[in-house]
C-alpha cells in the first residue's frame, strides 16, 4: 500500500476554500486516490476518488498533478458543518484489495 | 434506501465477559468489513466477507476476535474474553462489489468499553 502523509490538522474560517494537499510519492500505476470524510460519531463517508488531472462532484474537488504523488481536496465555500476529519486513501482493488488504509487523517475545524 | 446499520450503539461489559456486535449491510451489498477505531486514530482494518465467506481475516488481533456472515447479509463479531485494550469504536461497513476502490458504506459504529 502506497503510504500517504497529510497534515494532521487545519483550521478554516466558514466562506473560505480549503485545500488539503495529500503525499503519496510511492503511488503504483493501478492506484487510485480517494478521500473520505469523518464527522464525530460517524463512520467514514466516501468524498471523492481520481485516478489523474482534476475531478469534481457536488461535494469537492480533486486536483492531481501529472506525477500523481500527491493530490489535493478542494473544498469550496466550507461552513461549519464541514468541520470533520478528512482522510487521503491509496491503492487499487487488486492489490491493497479491500482493505483501507485510513491513516490518521487530516481534522478539519471551521469557525465563524 | 436504508443504510448499514450497527447494534447496539454502545456496549459497556466488564474485562472478561463475551460480547457480540451486529452489522446489518445494505441490501444487496455482497461484501462486508469490519474495522475499529481508537480515539485518535483512522479506522484500522479488521476482517473482510464475500457473501458468506470471511476473505481475508489478517486483520483480527488475536484469537479472541471472530466474525461470522452465515446467510451472506447480516454479521456479527464476536470478542472472547474482552480487555480493556479492547475499548474501541467497532466500525461495519458494505459494498456492492469487493475492492477498496469501489465505495465502502459506513455504518455508525458500536461504541465498546471494556471497564
Known amino acids: 500500500l502506497a503510504k500517504t502523509t497529510q497534515p494532521i490538522s487545519m483550521d478554516s474560517y466558514e466562506g473560505q476554500e480549503v485545500n488539503i494537499t495529500c503525499s503519496h510519492n510511492n503511488i503504483a500505476t493501478n492506484d487510485y486516490i480517494t478521500w473520505y470524510q469523518q464527522f464525530p460519531s460517524q463512520g467514514p463517508r466516501f468524498i471523492i476518488q481520481?485516478?489523474?488531472t482534476k475531478v469534481t462532484n457536488e461535494v469537492a474537488s480533486l486536483f492531481i498533478p501529472a506525477d500523481r504523488k500527491s493530490s489535493t481536496l478542494s473544498l469550496p465555500r466550507v461552513s461549519l458543518s464541514d468541520t470533520a476529519v478528512y482522510y487521503c486513501?491509496?491503492?487499487?482493488?487488486?492489490?491493497?484489495?479491500?482493505?483501507?488504509?485510513f491513516g490518521k487523517g487530516t481534522s478539519l475545524l471551521v469557525t465563524p | 434506501g436504508a443504510g448499514v446499520s450497527q447494534t447496539p450503539s454502545n456496549k459497556v461489559t466488564e474485562k472478561g465477559k463475551y460480547v457480540e456486535l451486529r452489522c446489518d449491510p445494505i441490501s444487496g451489498h455482497t461484501a462486508l468489513y469490519w474495522y475499529r477505531q481508537s480515539l485518535g486514530q483512522g479506522p484500522e482494518f479488521l476482517i473482510y466477507f464475500q457473501g458468506t465467506g470471511a476473505a481475508d481475516d489478517s486483520g483480527l488481533p488475536n484469537d479472541r476476535f471472530f466474525a461470522v456472515r452465515p446467510e451472506g447479509s447480516v454479521s456479527t463479531l464476536k470478542i472472547q474474553r474482552t480487555e480493556r485494550g479492547d475499548s474501541a469504536v467497532y466500525l461495519c461497513?458494505?459494498?456492492?462489489?469487493?475492492?477498496?476502490?469501489?465505495?465502502?458504506?459506513f455504518g455508525p459504529g458500536t461504541r465498546l468499553t471494556v471497564l
Open positions: 481520481g485516478y489523474k
Open positions: 486513501l491509496v491503492g487499487d482493488s487488486d492489490n491493497s484489495g479491500y482493505a483501507l488504509n
Open positions: 461497513a458494505s459494498s456492492f462489489i469487493q475492492g477498496a476502490y469501489n465505495e465502502q458504506f
